[in-house]
């Protein structure tokens, strides 16, 4: 029986609001992550520590990248429909293997969009044009 290798992915699907805008797939995901924020106390009189009390979650911003290509539109599309007010949305960030089956996946809320950074165009540097959005939210929802 061949045994799966769950940490081997080669892109990352991005969905916003369950599937209502797709914005396809991406080589690269960066920053998926959370931090307990330690508030630290000294007791008086009580030299041996410093206490460590946990106060709240703190989440940090998520960077996805991808060879430019006609799905670049659909992100200009959802930083454009924010002129119109910000609205948070769900978001679903799937870790897919060579054979396009999912490894993992991650459900977020609160997701908004933070930044989009286009290509370097430079003819005199051939390089693959490539395009990063970064995105904000606030946890993590179950499976």
């Known amino acids: 029986m061949a045994e799966k290798d769950p940490a081997v992915s080669v892109c ?3 969905m916003i609001d369950k599937k209502e805008l797709e914005l396809g797939t991406f080589s690269s995901c960066e920053g998926l992550g959370i931090e307990v924020v330690l508030e630290q106390r000294e007791e008086g009189g009580f030299n041996s520590q410093v206490w460590q009390l946990p106060t709240r979650l703190k989440y940090t911003n998520i960077k ?6 006609p799905d670049t539109v659909k992100i200009t599309k959802w930083f454009a429909s924010m002129t119109a007010g910000v609205k948070r949305s769900t978001g679903t960030i799937v870790a897919r293997n060579a054979k396009n089956e999912a490894v993992a996946t991650w459900n977020l809320r609160g997701v908004v969009p933070v930044r989009w950074t286009g290509p370097s165009l430079n003819v005199e540097s051939p390089k693959v ?3 990063t959005i970064e995105i904000a939210h606030h946890g993590f929802l179950p499976a």
């Open 64 to 69: 996805l990248s991808r060879p430019l290509g």
């Open 129 to 131: 044009a490539t395009e």
């Open 12 to 14: 990352f699907s991005v």
